[in-house]
């Protein structure tokens, strides 16, 4: 198995604990060229004390296959880089103590945690049975023709806020959802209607239109229709919060080359400051208001999820463009 394909390294050494051998992907792993790491002590490439490396030649030569953890937290000659967390496979290969070298950070790129890819489900089933009944008390009250002007509101806002919640339990249930997209061929702009139509009460009350506009003989996409018109109708109202009343969402539908389509949305209002941009789509890693917390990573989850894509282009200036990128 290639290595540089797994992002992974392999590091053999001497019983001087001195690098002997080095292969992949070592400049991402270890922030060293291979090269460069052969010759070197062990605890200069793995960046730790010289006791811990003479614990990890240890479990090496017993070579049971040890899995260890160390944390890498400088190398190379740039400066201070962040702490990356390293996953050790230690064994023997032939005559020499070896590693596999795997960066946690890199593989778990995206990946929701475990944490909440086992809670998602079941909490949001628990949370969805409750709610369920107090909509439906909601909408029973809502029909009563002999409620006050005041109290007509007051059921507004709860039906709303209802709305609100069922979303932002779609959402979390999204992120951490490991089940395969179910693909086949739609017409993005009717996903993008059947988007708008999700969040509808919410634009009439704001006077918001989403306008579409769409190139000539545009093919349809791969997508999972139920997965991503959520997603999707979520961020649509985290764009139309930001304008002003009676204002208009642009999004636009082209060809960029003949085997993909892109989506474009415009955000005027939003912004995106430099120490943001390597955060933007990580859960809650971004202050972007308007409830953008879990909008945009489950939107990079379904995206990553139909072999598409998802890019956002901004400044610290109000003014940001997501890409959308499908397969046609």
């Not at 023997?92 to 590693?99: L, P, Y």
């Not at 049975?129 to 008390?137: D, E, R, T, Y």
């Not at 764009?239 to 969402?249: F, H």
């Amino acid at each position: 198995m290639n290595a540089h394909l797994l992002q992974a390294a392999q590091l053999a050494w001497s019983p001087h604990l001195r690098v002997t051998r080095a292969e992949g992907d070592c400049a991402q792993v270890l922030r060293r060229d291979a090269k460069a790491l052969v010759g070197m002590t062990l605890h200069t490439a793995l960046g730790v004390s010289q006791e811990r490396a003479r614990e990890l030649d240890a479990r090496a030569r017993e070579d049971r296959r040890a899995v260890e953890f160390v944390t890498l937290s400088a190398g190379g000659p740039t400066g201070n880089p962040p702490a990356s967390h390293l996953r050790l496979v230690l064994g023997m290969d032939g005559e020499e103590a070896a590693a596999g070298v795997l960066d946690l950070g890199t593989v778990l790129e995206g990946a929701p945690p475990v944490q909440i890819s086992k809670l998602s489900s079941s909490l949001s089933h628990e949370i969805r049975n409750p709610l369920s009944s107090v909509k439906m008390a909601v909408q029973t009250l809502a029909r009563n023709t002999g409620l006050s002007d005041r109290d007509k509101r007051r059921l507004t806002i709860a039906n709303r806020e209802i709305r609100t919640m069922e979303r932002m339990l779609w959402l979390l249930s999204e992120y951490g959802r490991e089940s395969a997209a179910n693909l086949d061929a739609h017409a993005l702009r009717s996903v993008v209607q059947e988007a708008t139509a999700m969040v509808a009460p919410e634009l009439a009350e704001r006077r918001i239109e989403v306008d579409v506009k769409e190139e000539a003989d545009l093919p349809r996409v791969r997508v999972d229709p139920n997965r991503l018109r959520p997603v999707l109708a979520q961020v649509l109202l985290n764009v139309a919060m930001g304008l002003p009343e009676e204002g208009r969402v642009q999004v636009t539908l082209r060809q960029d080359d003949p085997g993909h389509v892109s989506l474009i949305l415009d955000d005027p209002a939003a912004a995106l400051p430099p120490e943001e941009k390597g955060t933007l789509f990580d859960p809650f890693g971004s202050r972007l208001a308007r409830g953008a917390g879990l909008s945009l990573a489950a939107l990079r989850r379904v995206m990553t999820g139909v072999g598409g894509d998802v890019a956002a282009q901004g400044s610290a200036e109000p003014g940001m463009v997501f890409t959308l990128t499908f397969a046609a």
